[in-house]
């Protein structure tokens, strides 16, 4: 479930028309022969598309919508309830703190809030070079390794605030 400082902003709209890439497509019907009903597929096929947009806006929301005859209405409950999906912009990497108890007793909202402003950034804001995007998490669901981080897919070995920024620092 999203974390209680998720954007209330409306999803951002853009002029850019959205498809899925031809590989994509290809992807997309595959998965479909996987689940009983297109619906099912709802959540490999979001992945899909941030894979190749970054974020779901309005328009690959659309597009979803068209392509699956799924109410965008429902699109958009799906996307706001997963801390996986952006409907807004975010930096190449996403970097996920915990700040539930476990990791809070290691420094871990400390190091959540000194990442915000040692990046001069707000939750899921990119940086201003684009690089990362902050998101605060209840837990991640690796409590052994608190203070817990993971960046894109991968958890990150960390200690405190500054070993945390050492590590953001050799991101691309
Ligand atoms: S409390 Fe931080 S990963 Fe579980």
Redesign the pocket.
């Known amino acids: 479930m999203k974390s209680p400082e998720k954007s209330t902003e409306k999803t951002p709209t853009t002029n850019e028309p959205f498809a899925f890439s031809a590989a994509n497509l290809e992807t997309y019907k595959e998965l479909l022969t996987r689940y009983d009903d297109v619906e099912s597929a709802l959540l490999p096929v979001l992945h899909l598309a941030q894979e190749q947009t970054g974020w779901l806006a309005e328009n690959v929301i659309t597009y979803i919508s068209n392509l699956m005859s799924i109410p965008e209405i429902k699109i958009k409950e799906v996307i706001s309830f997963y801390d996986m999906f952006y409907d807004v912009p975010v930096g190449r990497n996403i970097v996920q703190v915990?700040t539930?108890?476990?990791?809070?007793m290691f420094g871990?909202r400390e190091i959540y809030q000194g990442l915000l402003k040692h990046f001069d950034t707000g939750y899921l804001t990119p940086t201003r070079d684009g690089r990362i995007s902050l998101q605060k998490?209840?837990?991640?669901?690796?409590?052994e390794?608190?203070?817990?981080m993971r960046v894109n897919d991968d958890f990150v070995a960390i200690t405190d605030l500054t070993s945390a920024i050492h590590k953001l620092e050799e991101l691309p």
Do not use: V
């Open positions: 915990c539930n108890i476990s990791c809070s871990g998490m209840e837990c991640l669901g690796a409590c390794l608190a203070p817990c």
